[in-house]
T-cell receptor
Framework: AQSVAQPEDQVNVAEGNPLTVKCTYS??????LFWYVQYPNRGLQFLLK??????LVKGSYGFEAEFNKSQTSFHLKKPSALVSDSALYFC?????????????FGTGTRLQVFP | ETGVTQSPTHLIKTRGQQVTLRCSSQ?????VSWYQQALGQGPQFIFQ???????GRGNFPPRFSGLQFPNYSSELNVNALELDDSALYLC????????????FGPGTRLLVL
């Protein structure tokens, strides 16, 4: 079965420093991977996705993610964190291109950026 | 902001009652998925609708049901509400192709007392 794991419940980083939010996946076949962000009392906002191609994916708000097949990871990164990046981040894997395209989410990582 | 809207934003019900949540998909999208997000957890897939038919279901009992209308909007119905049904219910719309992205609405927060 497809699954993702987010090993850190919370990540703390100072404003201006680089940030990394970790995600590992387990899939059969080619992975379709996503990152979403959730602000308080809001729905999920799409940040970026990996389907195929370049292992470094660029997304919204200066975020990027690196797909690493050998390590089965898809870590979210940003070169310089902003206080406004503080939110809950979810990694998700899509259940293949030919099945119902449901998303399977990780448990989420809370990012706290301190001024 | 996406073009996905949900109503109502908040709802309070008592155990045993029934509830209907509504979702309007983003323009050009023809697929709607529903997710349940309990407090402190990631969203869990309930089911998906495409061309007005259920196209896959997660591990939820039959008292969770849905509809999709010709304009691609959708409803989620929950009968015989239980306390554990208290959660944020998220609707996501997408276009049915290989590399589609699901775009989420703001959610409906349901509290069952």
């Amino acid at each position: 079965a497809q699954s993702v794991a987010q090993p850190e419940d919370q990540v703390n980083v100072a404003e201006g420093n680089p940030l990394t939010v970790k995600c590992t996946y387990s899939v059969s076949g080619n992975p379709y991977l996503f990152w979403y962000v959730q602000y308080p009392n809001r729905g999920l906002q799409f940040l970026l996705k990996y389907i195929t191609g370049d292992n470094l994916v660029k997304g919204s708000y200066g975020f990027e993610a690196e797909f690493n097949k050998s390590q089965t990871s898809f870590h979210l990164k940003k070169p310089s964190a902003l206080v406004s990046d503080s939110a809950l981040y979810f990694c998700a894997v899509r259940d293949g291109p030919y099945n119902t395209d449901k998303l399977i989410f990780g448990t989420g990582t809370r990012l706290q950026v301190f001024p | 902001e996406t073009g996905v809207t949900q109503s109502p934003t908040h709802l309070i019900k008592t155990r045993g009652q029934q509830v209907t949540l509504r979702c309007s998909s983003q323009s050009g999208h023809n697929t709607v998925s529903w997710y349940q997000q309990a407090l402190g957890q990631g969203p869990q897939f309930i089911f998906q609708y495409y061309r007005e038919e259920e196209n896959g279901r997660g591990n939820f009992p039959p008292r969770f049901s849905g509809l999709q209308f010709p304009n691609y909007s959708s409803e989620l119905n929950v009968n015989a509400l239980e306390l554990d049904d208290s959660a944020l219910y998220l609707c996501a719309s997408s276009f049915r192709q290989l590399q589609e992205t699901q775009y989420f609405g703001p959610g409906t927060r349901l509290l069952v007392l």
